[in-house]
Nanobody
Framework: QVQLVESGGGLVQAGGSLRLSCAAS????????MGWFRQAPGKEREFVAAINWSGSSTRYTDSVKGRFTISRDDAKNTVYLQMNSLKSEDTAVYYC????????????????WGQGTQVTVSS
């Protein structure tokens, strides 16, 4: 069993930065693929970024490429999402995920989800 707790969300002006953290409890964090999804009001859940178990491979949705960076620190059982050049359309609840196999961009079949952290970007 893995529990995920996100932090770092908040209110920021457009063009600003935030770093989200996701602390994982449980065993074998380093064996999990980790990812971030987001959901804005009235919209469907959207894949944002993922990192594989070893940290050697990352994936991003097109709208955040060049602005967001996903990373992991296995010594701290934590995955991060550094978000730069934030835009109003990045406003959403951001969810951390953990999975034993590569994370599908649909989110289907993901083993574990966090409770989410709100990110609000004011224009």
């Amino acid at each position: 069993q893995v529990q995920l707790v996100e932090s770092g969300g908040g209110l920021v002006q457009a063009g600003g930065s935030l770093r989200l953290s996701c602390a994982a409890s449980g065993r074998a964090f380093s064996s999990y693929h980790m990812g971030w999804f987001r959901q804005a009001p009235g919209k469907e859940r959207e894949f944002v970024a993922a990192i594989n178990w070893s940290g050697s491979s990352t994936r991003y949705t097109d709208s955040v490429k060049g602005r967001f960076t996903i990373s992991r620190d296995d010594a701290k059982n934590t995955v991060y999402l550094q978000m730069n050049s934030l835009k109003s359309e990045d406003t959403a609840v951001y969810y951390c995920t953990a999975n034993k196999v590569p994370i599908a961009t649909t989110g289907h079949g993901v083993d574990y989800w966090g409770q989410g952290t709100q990110v609000t970007v004011s224009s």
